[in-house]
């Protein structure tokens, strides 16, 4: 078992920054690839950015390629997404998620086998 719980969202106007943060939980937690998937209203669930807990790789949706950025701090079991430059369309319910399948399959929201709850971020004037 895996227990992810995303905290950080909030409403913010276009051009903020917002960083939220997803705690994981459970033994093998560190066996499993890290991703930020958003739902907007009436959309598909699409993924964000995905990260592992070891190693240098990132993956990014080219939507926020440039703006938002996915790190990890290992001794707090913890996975953050820096969003800066927020846009309206940005505005979603944004999930933490994991995978045993690696990072390969990180982009698939198929694949995922944990999900948090999520966390609403609203950008608006």
């Known amino acids: 078992q895996v227990q992810l719980v995303e905290s950080g969202g909030g409403l913010v106007q276009p051009g903020d920054s917002l960083r939220l943060s997803c705690a994981a939980s459970?033994?093998?937690?560190?066996?499993?690839?890290m991703g930020w998937f958003r739902q907007a209203p009436g959309k598909e669930r699409e993924f964000v950015a995905g990260?592992?807990?070891?190693?240098?790789?990132?993956y990014y949706a080219d939507s926020v390629k440039g703006r938002f950025t996915i790190s990890r701090d290992n001794a707090k079991n913890t996975v953050y997404l820096q969003m800066n430059s927020l846009k309206p369309e940005d505005t979603a319910v944004y999930y933490c998620?994991?995978?045993?399948?690696?990072?390969?399959?990180?982009?698939?929201?198929?694949?995922?086998?944990?999900w948090g709850k999520g966390t609403l971020v609203t950008v608006s004037s």
């Open positions: 998620a994991a995978t045993s399948g690696g990072l390969g399959y990180i982009y698939a929201a198929d694949a995922m086998d944990y």
């Open positions: 459970g033994r093998t937690v560190s066996r499993y690839a």
């Open positions: 990260t592992r807990w070891s190693g240098g790789s990132t």
